[in-house]
């Protein structure tokens, strides 16, 4: 596979793959290398990789490069058993986000055999072809949705859904970026995002780099700014789509779609077409990934280690919450803005 380099994960084409350590930002740019599959999988799980979009692509680099690196010490290709056996691990690094699962089946060619072929130098196209689909389909829905923008919104969003979670420009924050870019004199809200903090840390670290106006907010404060007329619109992401429309996110975004609801505020999940899970029949289905107790007792990272709850204190921490389709005002993709049964009618479609 030749080079590449994204704000958040780079390859020099040599063998050295490195991703940029979400949970040091914003203050510390640190990279971390990623030399087996057991590394790739443990930033997974730590969140120094994240956003769904950026996990698939990762975890298929990190699958190419283990294959390289084996079949360069073996002088032979890789049995099926052998990959499926890594593609499996990485796979189950986190639960709920499907584009790592459906970039790892694609990797493990799944609706070709029995041609498929496992080779380095296949498996390193295929990941290419993965990476350059999603830089494509970012730009896509950043377009697409820069439309529904009008100059002088204030934009809400929840948790990041930049060029941090994804290889290419973002996904609900691209659309804010291409509209900026456009010369829309826009104005970001940023959710703070607890438990930890990707809006506060992450969002406002990407829109400082574009000196995209942006007022960073608790996540308790979006309803006070809805009743105050200051927001017109809300973006978020999407790690999952389902046949019917529901949809996972960070946790708290469904009280946001609520609010939004109430205060007649046009909602709208943004995220590439791969996030859409065509065997998962309604939010229901999804599952939701529970994280560790220490995450809501207090705060960790690079900005110190911090408890406010007593250590046996019994928590709550769902990563994700699903929201119900009823409360989506449009659904913007890279194939273009759904209403509720236009995405229904074009996922029966692909079902054909």
Request: net charge negative; glycine share 8%; proline share 5%.
């Amino acid at each position: 596979m030749e080079k590449f380099e994204y704000l958040s994960i780079r390859y020099d084409g040599k063998g050295l793959l490195e991703i940029l350590d979400q949970r040091k930002l914003p203050d510390v740019e640190e990279w971390l290398v990623s030399a087996k599959p057991e590394d790739m999988i443990g930033y997974i799980k730590q969140l120094s990789v994240r956003g769904a979009p950026l996990i698939g692509v990762a975890a298929c680099v990190a699958l190419f490069l283990y294959v390289n690196n084996e079949e360069s010490a073996r002088a032979q290709c890789l049995t099926e058993e052998e990959v499926t056996v890594v593609a499996t691990k990485l796979r189950d690094a986190r639960p709920t986000a499907v584009n790592l699962m459906n970039n790892l089946d694609e990797m493990l060619q799944l609706t070709v055999k029995p041609t498929a072929d496992f080779s380095a130098a296949n498996l390193g196209r295929i990941a290419r072809a993965i990476i350059d689909r999603e830089v494509d389909m970012c730009a896509r829905i950043s377009v697409a949705g820069a439309e529904l923008l009008s100059d002088g919104d204030n934009v809400l969003t929840h948790c990041n859904t930049g060029a941090i979670a994804t290889p290419g420009m973002g996904t609900a924050l691209g659309i804010i970026r291409e509209a900026w870019r456009q010369g829309k004199k826009i104005h970001v809200y940023v959710d703070e995002t607890r438990p930890l903090l990707q809006g506060g840390r992450l969002t406002t670290y990407e829109l400082a780099r574009e000196k995209i106006p942006h007022t960073l907010i608790c996540d308790n404060m979006a309803a006070t700014l809805m009743a105050q007329g200051k927001i017109q619109r809300v973006l978020v992401g999407a790690d999952r789509i389902a046949c019917n429309g529901d949809f996972a996110n960070k946790i708290g975004t469904y009280s946001v779609a609520v609010l939004a609801h109430y205060h007649g505020v046009p909602f709208h999940g943004v995220a590439p077409w791969s996030t859409v899970d065509l065997l998962c029949p309604s939010g229901k289905d999804i599952p939701i990934e529970e994280r560790q107790a220490s995450e809501v007792q207090g705060v960790s990272g690079a900005f110190g280690n911090v408890r406010w709850a007593p250590a046996n204190t019994p928590t709550f921490n769902p990563a994700f919450d699903v929201t119900p389709v009823e409360l989506v005002t449009s659904h913007i993709l890279d194939t273009g803005i759904y209403t509720q049964q236009q995405l229904k009618d074009s996922i029966l479609t692909k079902h054909k």
